[in-house]
């Protein structure tokens, strides 16, 4: 069966992104998981996967070309299979359509008034019977009674325009797939500081928020987060002195972002009482301090090349944190983080080149620096408080991390409930550089 690789989404607010680069020409053959385009956007640069393996039949999309999320931009064949132009076409229009009335009932759904955090994908035209019934299989009404979907508003694929289990399951999805797009970035009062944050997903979902590393924001996740919203209500923050958050004259060490932490929580309301930490680096730190002094509203913890766990830490990205912020040592610092010189794009460089002049952020990311890491050690040593935690944690790492040792993730060996996984070939920020697998395990671990 034919594949379509579409526009992907990095980040809840992309909407558009340009190929730069085809790896594949058609007539190719590709398989799952190869590198087959290099697609830019906004805020991000990377190659992107094969979804299928087979043969490169169709590139819809050019090199250069702006196109939105979610549009085709190639077609591959299956092995053996062969397809016209025609068929083609038709494949895409096909797909576009589908598209175009899932972007119809999720405006729908904007512009309604909200009663329920359960939605419903708007009605189209339902196949129905000369008896006047919905024509669907068996198989399809019991999906749709169990996932409590209204087949009247699924257009069937099969037979005779038949709905079947597969046109349930996708209405599903894209009702799921649309809670994600209400995402909401707002300022939020922690005690008199503003705080930036990102609020995303089904409102009834279990809560999960994600913690940034040092230098860093929320933008850290942007190739995480669309992939969490589908099916847990999450929030991404920029702790107090990052990002777009205030940055006041402070406390900035890792207990007092913890404790920060906590209170920035409270803010949100009792909704966030109870929820899953997602750290990464200075972020992981944070994450476990507060785990630690708060055990109860923990329910599981994901470290990525987290701090405290170990005494060592890489100077020289530090030197690079403590300079001047130019273009240069933005560039100089990133390739620090990746295994893949590849990842350090100039829309990145931007980026953090933007954060980093903004008034008063050189300031309050060298004392944050220097409270965790003065004199190029790590200052604080959490391998007892994981040690002595009891829920599931999960360690994170990239086997070629020049920041932190990875050696440090065996520390995962003493807690209880802990579980370790490396990347091979990634650098400190696997979350990034092997997004999808990244996310794919830890919404396994998570569920």
């Not at 599903?172 to 209400?182: F, I, T, V, Y």
């Amino acid at each position: 069966m034919a594949t379509i690789f579409s526009m992907p989404k990095w980040g809840l607010a992309m909407k558009s992104g340009q190929v730069v680069e085809w790896f594949k020409r058609p007539g190719d053959a590709v398989q799952q998981g190869e590198p087959l385009a290099v697609i830019e956007s906004e805020k991000a640069t990377n190659e992107v996967e094969a979804p299928a393996t087979g043969t490169l039949r169709w590139l819809e999309v050019p090199e250069g070309q702006d196109t939105p999320v979610g549009a085709a931009l190639a077609v591959i064949v299956a092995p053996g299979e062969e397809l016209s132009d025609e068929q083609v076409s038709t494949l895409i229009h096909e797909d576009a359509e589908i598209r175009r009335q899932k972007a119809e009932a999720l405006a729908g759904k904007k512009t309604a008034t909200k009663t329920s955090a359960t939605r419903t994908p708007a009605p189209v035209r339902a196949p129905v019977s000369p008896g006047g019934r919905v024509n669907a299989s068996p198989a399809a009404r019991r999906l749709a009674q169990e996932l409590g979907v209204d087949l009247a508003t699924i257009t069937g694929t099969g037979p005779g325009g038949m709905i079947g289990r597969e046109d349930v399951q996708r209405a599903a999805q894209e009702a799921k797939d649309a809670s994600s797009e209400e995402a909401e970035e707002k300022d939020v009062d922690v005690d008199g500081i503003m705080t930036h944050c990102l609020i995303a997903g089904p409102v009834n979902a279990p809560h999960v928020v994600f913690v940034h590393g040092l230098g860093g924001s929320l933008t850290t996740w942007s190739l995480n987060l669309p992939a969490f919203a589908g099916q847990f209500r999450i929030c991404a923050l920029d702790l107090v002195g990052a990002g777009s958050s205030a940055k006041p004259t402070t406390d900035y060490s890792i207990p007092a972002l913890a404790e920060f932490l906590a209170h920035f929580l409270d803010a949100l309301g009792s909704d966030w009482q109870h929820v899953s930490l997602i750290g990464h680096s200075l972020g992981g730190a944070v994450a476990l301090a507060f785990a630690g002094s708060y055990p109860q509203r923990v329910e599981r913890l994901i470290l990525v090349d987290s701090a405290g766990l170990g005494p060592e830490i890489d100077r020289t990205v530090l030197d690079l944190m403590h300079s001047e912020p130019t273009l240069e040592n933005m560039r100089t610092e990133l390739a620090h983080f990746f295994a893949q010189p590849g990842m350090v794009q100039q829309a990145l460089v931007d980026q953090l080149y933007q954060q980093r002049i903004q008034p008063g952020a050189h300031d309050a990311l060298v004392a944050t620096s220097d409270a965790a890491f003065g004199n190029g050690q790590q200052q604080i040593d959490l391998r007892e408080t994981l040690a002595e935690l009891h829920i599931p944690v999960l360690i994170v790492w990239g086997d070629a991390d020049a920041v932190i040792p990875v050696v440090h993730a065996q520390e995962g060996k003493h807690t209880p409930q802990g579980r370790i996984e490396v990347f091979a070939g990634s650098g400190h920020c696997p979350h990034i550089e092997r997004a999808e697998p990244f996310n794919q395990l830890v919404k396994a671990f998570l569920e």
